[in-house]
């Protein structure tokens, strides 16, 4: 996603590559901005023609494929993994009701809309633009059909997220805070331990390559590539020199159930130089409570070195990406505290050197830097290849399994065995612990809209309908506040408005005439210039009371444009839909939008198409 002055920064899982098609194993395989390697994904499903041609539909979604369109707007790796999982539904779906492939020219809009009828109403519009894609590249009549799809209107539906009890969520935050503090003083006290000075934070700034040249000059014997683990007798020193030239002899490797270091103060060197899940996971905790900032858990992952942007001492802005809307922002912080979203991606830079230095030399096929090379939620991996942002399981491996979060767990929040971790919930524990700050407080990322949808979640419900009810009150009390009568105009249109006689007003649906009806020039004389020239008048005034006409003046030119192209393009149609839709913008949109939603707007446009055949061919 590319920024005017900061150039293209990557989202988290944003898809870089489509490397290949298997439409026989019916599998995708690509490139992410999240990985280092490939990741292929295999569509579950019958092998018949509909799942092929489903599958070359799904990589034709995708954004940067080899035969995308205006229309292929996929950028995530998460979007991709999604269809596969709705595109087995739909697929199941299909052949229960007798068909295997989408060319097939009994298929109609009912029975594609009842596809993806089992489906979450959060998938329901992608698995719509989906098969809108699939039936137009195959079906006979797919042009039609992809058209009845894409306007397809789908409802909202009310959501019951989880969310977490008070207590919980400060027995949460105070456990990942206890680990998060463990890790962080590890690192510093093996930096103290081989001579390096700790005072302040400096010592996060110190760079791999001088810490492995220490290595190399006072331990060599412990740096040769083919060096074993130092033994048990080996001074704390040696095994330091050991592991910070040894990276490959730790961290994640899938599928391994033992570590490849044997001794246990090995293995605790490991963890302090080479931040694992666990670690991560208690900084994640941390990164979206921490100001209330309620990072949404892709922009925290998409975090790398740059992030971080100094305006102070004690001050920076915290750059950040949000895949779902393709945007990208900054949030101010403060760097006073290791446990501010600024000191955290701070320290993490710092403790996370070593395992960056690891996967320095991974680049892309064009040969520029990987981008998960700088990325700081990546958990260590022996081989660094490997590397990849925490997925979903590693989080949740490292809260279920780790005993570290066991041993600072508060029991008066019940027992951790039962709590689970899940970062949406934590973004609406940020959210609540915002509003203490006023109704203005609020997490990253939300527009007024979604922050009203989410408030809903993080209230209780006596709280809710007292405010609810207070911010009813309040919209009354200023739209009665703000609204003056005609009559009471003292200046501008209105006051010239009110100026005139009753008796000399008549009303042409789009506005009122302060002539009655007759010529602006030629008072005498009936007005022949037509309803478009009614914009233009000086005569012409246009109030809240002719919102409904406006509105049906639009539709008119709407009904002439696809039935009477002569019409548009030679008569006055385009002229009176560009004045009426402009007329439209002069209007608060909420008091237009309210009027389009409640208003029958049939009589309205059967009274301009009179007027406008009348004043127009006389």
């Not at 990741?39 to 990589?59: F, I, W």
């Not at 490991?270 to 209330?292: I, S, W």
Request: proline share 5%; net charge negative.
């Amino acid at each position: 996603m590319a920024h005017p002055t900061r150039g293209h920064r990557s989202g988290t899982y944003e898809i870089q590559e489509i490397v290949g098609i298997d439409q026989d194993d019916l599998t995708i395989t690509f490139r992410h901005a999240g990985a280092y390697e490939p990741e292929t994904l295999r569509l579950n499903a019958p092998a018949m023609a509909a799942a092929r041609q489903l599958l070359r539909a799904m990589a034709n979604s995708v954004k940067v494929g080899d035969n995308g369109d205006r229309d292929s707007g996929w950028e995530s790796a998460t979007t991709l993994l999604k269809s596969v999982s709705y595109g087995r539904i739909m697929l199941s779906e299909l052949a229960g009701q007798g068909y295997d492939s989408f060319d097939d020219p009994l298929l109609d809009v009912p029975t594609l809309r009842s596809l993806y009828d089992p489906l979450l109403s959060n998938a329901k519009r992608s698995a719509c633009w989906l098969l809108a894609r699939v039936v137009r590249e195959n079906h006979p009549n797919g042009k039609a059909l992809a058209t009845a799809l894409k306007n397809t209107r789908f409802r909202v539906e009310e959501t019951d997220p989880f969310v977490y009890e008070d207590e919980t969520a400060a027995a949460i935050e105070a456990a990942a805070r206890a680990v998060y503090t463990a890790r962080f003083t590890a690192q510093r006290e093996l930096f103290h331990s081989i001579g390096f000075d700790v005072d302040g934070r400096a010592w996060l700034r110190i760079p791999v390559q001088e810490v492995i040249a220490w290595a190399r000059n006072t331990h060599p014997d412990q740096c040769g590539t083919d060096a074993w683990e130092p033994f048990f007798g080996a001074s704390y020193e040696e095994q330091v020199a050991w592991a910070v030239t040894h990276p490959e002899k730790f961290g994640y490797v899938k599928h391994a159930r033992t570590s490849r270091v044997v001794g246990h103060d090995m293995q605790e060197i490991g963890r302090a130089l080479y931040p694992d899940n666990v670690a991560l996971t208690a900084a994640l905790v941390l990164h979206c409570l921490g100001e209330n900032s309620g990072y949404n858990y892709s922009v925290l992952l998409e975090k790398n070195v740059e992030s971080l942007i100094r305006v102070g001492s004690d001050e920076a802005l915290e750059h950040a990406v949000k895949d779902r809307n393709h945007s990208q922002d900054t949030r101010a912080t403060r760097l006073s505290s290791i446990y501010t979203p600024g000191g955290i991606t701070e320290a993490l830079a710092g403790l996370t050197r070593f395992s960056r230095h690891h996967r320095r030399h991974l680049t892309n096929p064009d040969g520029t830097p990987a981008t998960v090379a700088s990325r700081l939620y990546v958990e260590h991996t022996a081989d660094p290849a490997a590397a990849k942002v925490l997925d979903s399981q590693r989080p949740q491996s490292a809260w279920r399994g780790s005993p570290e979060f066991d041993a600072h767990w508060d029991d008066s929040a019940g027992p951790r065995a039962d709590v689970p971790l899940r970062f949406g919930a934590l973004r609406l524990v940020a959210q609540a612990r915002a509003l203490g700050e006023g109704l203005k407080g609020d997490v990253h990322g939300h527009s007024e809209r979604t922050k009203v949808h989410y408030t809903s979640h993080v209230l209780p419900d006596y709280l809710l309908n007292k405010l609810a009810a207070a911010a009813q009150n309040d919209f009354h009390d200023e739209a009665v506040a703000r609204f003056k009568p005609l009559a009471d105009a003292t200046e501008g249109p209105a006051a010239e408005l009110a100026a005139v006689a009753p008796e000399q007003l008549m009303d042409l649906e789009v506005s009122v005439c302060t002539s009655k009806g007759n010529d602006p020039q030629t008072p005498e004389r009936r007005c022949a210039l037509g309803i478009v020239a009614c914009f233009t008048c000086p005569n012409g005034y246009r109030t809240a009371d002719h919102i409904p006409g406006l509105l049906a003046a639009v539709e008119f030119t709407k009904i002439v444009e696809r039935n009477d192209p002569t019409e548009w393009e030679d008569g006055e149609a385009s002229h009176l839909r560009f004045y009426a839709e402009g007329s439209l913008k002069e209007f608060p949109s909420r008091v237009v939008a309210n009027v389009r939603r409640t208003t029958d707007l049939r009589p309205h446009i059967l009274t301009v198409t009179g007027l406008y055949m009348e004043l127009r061919h006389g």
